[in-house]
């Protein structure tokens, strides 16, 4: 058996478009799919071609969705972190939390819905 792999994270969002948008500008991913979603509402995947995150909402609304609020942040890892911080500066977000620990680096940030994202790099 294959080892077990993330395939892909669903957040509510209050506007997929405006997420899939800025994910795309601050990691360079791609729109994979976007469409109605099985529940009612809206939804837009983007990412790489092997995993993704799912972006959905139901009439604008982030809320409703009890089982997400243990999420404490999604992890993101790149090579190259500055340009990923002048990035998300660029976009108006604000860096936090900047930390250099074996074996990487890190930052985070709050997109417009306050989920709160690490940028991580373990390049030296």
Same mark, same amino acid.
């Given at each position: ?6 395939? @892909? ?63 404490? @942040? ?23 939390? @900047? ?26």
């Amino acid at each position: 058996m294959a080892s077990p792999r993330i395939e @892909h994270v669903n957040l509510t969002v209050t506007d997929p478009e405006r997420t899939a948008r800025l994910l795309g500008e601050l990691f360079g991913w791609v729109e994979r799919w976007r469409g109605p979603s099985q529940m009612g509402g809206w939804t837009i995947h983007v990412g790489s071609p092997a995993d993704y995150v799912a972006l959905y909402t139901h009439d604008g609304e982030q809320g409703g969705h009890p089982k997400g609020q243990p999420l404490n @942040h999604l992890g993101i890892e790149v090579d190259d972190l500055a340009a990923v911080e002048a990035r998300v500066i660029a976009a108006g977000l604000t860096p936090f939390n @900047h930390a250099d620990y074996s074996p990487g680096r890190r930052f985070y940030f709050f997109d417009p819905d306050g989920i709160e994202y690490e940028v991580v790099s373990y390049t030296a």
